[in-house]
């Protein structure tokens, strides 16, 4: 016990007021916290602090050097006849005889006025460690991150800790606390090149585990997984200001382009992207500029209004929207309606976006609910009375997961011998399509594309048009986007675009482009 000693000595010497430093109760990202005390999103992390000697270390380090984070990975200890069998113990070298428990290692630690990083290594040790967390909460004054490796990587020999018990467990028994989440680590040589990155697949597992957490998140990811997925990256930290990413490299980390990256760190979630490199790519990192024009996507989530109602299926369901685009899961149990008010006749109004279609694996082998799979665009007179996912009337647009298109006019009161009531096309089935939709208030025109998912360009053109019935009140009408099918297939829509602009707008925005080149 002469460890334990030593350090409480030390922590008594060096303890700071008790009214300065982190309080315990905020619920804010882990970026808010660290602001201060990271290099450009460069984060020092103590590493593996799991016995006395290293404690002793950690207060012993210049101050230069002083770590802002301090970790410590727990496993429940199995042996019988050991007298912590049910204990969860930091997992330490097997060469150091003093191991120590969770508990001791949680009462010293939170001396240190650091941020506390706990990995939780097993699922077995997540009940445990929260308890512990819960009992010790009024004593916690610094910001707690708890991490698990919930998603599984390819080649992996880990095993991922239980997601739903981690979420669910974390936010019964502290709630305060930031959530840490992340893959199973494996030897990154053995791994393919298509699986270093985290494919839209991977996000769409991430969005159903977040969609209803409330607590702040932080997503880890190695540095390889990273450069090859900056588009997803972006996405998760456009959903919310509270998600942050994390990421961390050992030295067999391989990059051959950083371009990616420093687009992602120059971009509007910049400060919300922390880095825990090995030495040799953090300082590469420190040489790269950062960029002064970055591309935005044209989807605004402030023009849309999302509808979500209630499901009575486990699974996630809903819209996840982000900054990059809007995500369907699980069931069609939701839509988003455009607060864009309809032009009049004769102005048109359109609806452009990139769709990208994500199956689930190890869904049914039946191939006919796949025709019935898709995206919807409806188009209604009014908006008032939806009561439910299902939108009678006025014109249904559909794209599908096997390729067919479709405009169906649904108002069969409106319809006379001199209209068609559907009208359909069929593209090339791919997981990537562009589509733009036009209305032009007495006919609607849709133009699809197939797309190619790794660089967007546009391949197979189709267009289908319907004549439509005119409108009394002779207003457009209204927009919703919706997902049709089971949870089978997931969808991503990237760059919405509801343009309701009349023609006198686009005459003013082509007169003052005219006038500014000629005096330019």
């Given at each position: 016990?002469?460890?334990?000693l030593?350090?409480?000595?030390?922590?008594?010497?060096?303890?700071?007021s008790?009214?300065?430093?982190?309080r315990?109760g905020?619920?804010i990202?882990?970026?808010?916290?660290?602001?201060?005390e990271?290099d450009n999103?460069?984060?020092?992390?103590a590493?593996?602090?799991n016995?006395?000697?290293a404690?002793l270390?950690?207060?012993n380090e210049p101050?230069?050097?002083?770590?802002?984070?301090?970790?410590g990975d727990?496993l429940?200890y199995k042996?019988?006849?050991h007298?912590?069998?049910?204990?969860?113990?930091?997992?330490?070298?097997?060469k150091?005889?003093?191991?120590?428990?969770?508990k001791?290692?949680?009462r010293?630690?939170?001396?240190?006025?650091?941020?506390i990083k706990?990995?939780?290594?097993?699922?077995?040790?997540v009940?445990?460690?929260?308890?512990?967390?819960?009992?010790?909460s009024?004593?916690?004054?610094?910001?707690?991150?708890?991490?698990?490796?919930?998603?599984?990587?390819?080649?992996?020999i880990?095993a991922?800790?239980?997601?739903?018990?981690?979420?669910?467990g974390?936010?019964?028994?502290f709630?305060?606390?930031?959530?840490s989440?992340?893959?199973?680590?494996?030897n990154i040589s053995?791994v393919?090149?298509?699986?270093r990155r985290?494919?839209?697949r991977?996000?769409?597992?991430?969005?159903a585990l977040i969609?209803?957490v409330?607590?702040?998140?932080?997503?880890?990811?190695r540095?390889?997984?990273?450069?090859h997925?900056?588009d997803?990256?972006?996405?998760?930290?456009g959903?919310?200001p509270?998600?942050?990413?994390?990421v961390?490299?050992?030295?067999?980390?391989?990059?051959?382009?950083?371009?990616?990256?420093?687009?992602l760190?120059?971009?509007p979630?910049?400060?919300?992207?922390?880095?825990?490199?090995?030495?040799k790519?953090r300082?590469i990192?420190?040489?790269?500029p950062y960029?002064?024009?970055v591309s935005e996507s044209?989807?605004?989530?402030?023009l849309w209004r999302?509808?979500?109602?209630?499901?009575?299926?486990?699974?996630?369901?809903?819209?996840?929207?982000?900054?990059?685009?809007?995500?369907?899961?699980?069931?069609?149990n939701?839509?988003?309606?455009s607060l864009?008010?309809?032009?009049?006749l004769?102005?048109?109004?359109?609806?452009s976006?990139?769709?990208?279609?994500?199956?689930?694996?190890?869904?049914?082998?039946?191939?006919?609910?796949?025709?019935?799979?898709?995206?919807?665009?409806?188009l209604?007179?009014?908006?008032?009375?939806?009561q439910s996912p299902?939108i009678?009337?006025g014109?249904k647009?559909?794209?599908g997961?096997n390729?067919r298109?479709?405009?169906?006019?649904r108002?069969r009161?409106?319809?006379?011998?001199?209209?068609?009531?559907?009208?359909?096309?069929?593209?090339?089935?791919?997981?990537?399509?562009a589509?733009e939709?036009?209305?032009?208030?007495?006919h609607?025109?849709?133009?699809?594309?197939?797309?190619?998912?790794?660089d967007?360009?546009l391949?197979?053109r189709?267009e289908?048009t319907?004549e439509t019935?005119?409108?009394r009140?002779r207003?457009?009408?209204?927009?919703?986007?919706s997902k049709?099918?089971d949870m089978?297939?997931?969808?991503l829509?990237?760059n919405l675009?509801h343009?309701?602009?009349?023609?006198?707008s686009?005459?003013?925005?082509f007169?003052?482009l005219l006038?500014?080149?000629?005096?330019?």
């Amino acid at each position: 016990m002469l460890h334990q000693l030593a350090l409480t000595l030390f922590a008594l010497f060096f303890r700071i007021s008790i009214n300065a430093g982190y309080r315990t109760g905020a619920r804010i990202s882990t970026v808010d916290i660290w602001r201060n005390e990271t290099d450009n999103g460069n984060v020092i992390i103590a590493h593996g602090i799991n016995s006395w000697p290293a404690l002793l270390e950690q207060l012993n380090e210049p101050i230069l050097e002083r770590s802002a984070v301090i970790e410590g990975d727990v496993l429940l200890y199995k042996q019988r006849k050991h007298r912590n069998r049910a204990i969860p113990l930091m997992s330490a070298p097997s060469k150091i005889a003093d191991r120590i428990t969770f508990k001791e290692w949680l009462r010293e630690v939170s001396k240190l006025r650091k941020v506390i990083k706990i990995n939780v290594r097993s699922t077995e040790a997540v009940r445990p460690v929260l308890q512990y967390l819960f009992a010790a909460s009024d004593e916690i004054t610094s910001p707690v991150v708890l991490h698990a490796n919930v998603f599984r990587s390819p080649r992996s020999i880990e095993a991922a800790v239980d997601a739903a018990e981690f979420v669910d467990g974390a936010k019964k028994y502290f709630p305060e606390a930031t959530l840490s989440i992340g893959w199973t680590k494996n030897n990154i040589s053995e791994v393919t090149l298509p699986q270093r990155r985290i494919g839209w697949r991977e996000l769409f597992q991430v969005l159903a585990l977040i969609k209803d957490v409330e607590q702040s998140l932080m997503i880890s990811t190695r540095l390889t997984i990273a450069a090859h997925s900056t588009d997803e990256l972006s996405f998760i930290l456009g959903v919310r200001p509270a998600i942050s990413v994390l990421v961390w490299s050992d030295e067999s980390d391989m990059v051959d382009s950083w371009t990616s990256l420093i687009e992602l760190r120059s971009g509007p979630h910049s400060k919300r992207l922390i880095f825990d490199l090995h030495p040799k790519h953090r300082a590469i990192l420190k040489t790269l500029p950062y960029i002064l024009t970055v591309s935005e996507s044209e989807y605004d989530r402030y023009l849309w209004r999302r509808v979500e109602f209630p499901s009575a299926s486990v699974v996630p369901s809903g819209i996840v929207d982000s900054t990059d685009g809007v995500a369907f899961l699980g069931w069609p149990n939701s839509f988003l309606i455009s607060l864009l008010q309809p032009p009049t006749l004769p102005n048109v109004q359109s609806i452009s976006a990139q769709l990208t279609f994500v199956r689930k694996r190890n869904v049914r082998r039946d191939e006919d609910w796949i025709d019935k799979s898709g995206l919807a665009i409806y188009l209604p007179e009014k908006v008032l009375d939806i009561q439910s996912p299902e939108i009678d009337g006025g014109i249904k647009v559909f794209i599908g997961y096997n390729g067919r298109i479709s405009i169906e006019n649904r108002d069969r009161d409106l319809l006379d011998q001199y209209y068609q009531s559907r009208t359909t096309g069929q593209l090339q089935r791919a997981d990537c399509y562009a589509f733009e939709l036009v209305d032009r208030g007495w006919h609607v025109k849709l133009v699809a594309w197939i797309r190619r998912c790794d660089d967007d360009a546009l391949y197979g053109r189709t267009e289908i048009t319907l004549e439509t019935p005119m409108l009394r009140s002779r207003q457009l009408r209204n927009v919703i986007v919706s997902k049709r099918g089971d949870m089978g297939v997931d969808l991503l829509l990237q760059n919405l675009k509801h343009n309701s602009a009349s023609k006198h707008s686009y005459i003013t925005a082509f007169m003052l482009l005219l006038i500014t080149r000629l005096f330019s």
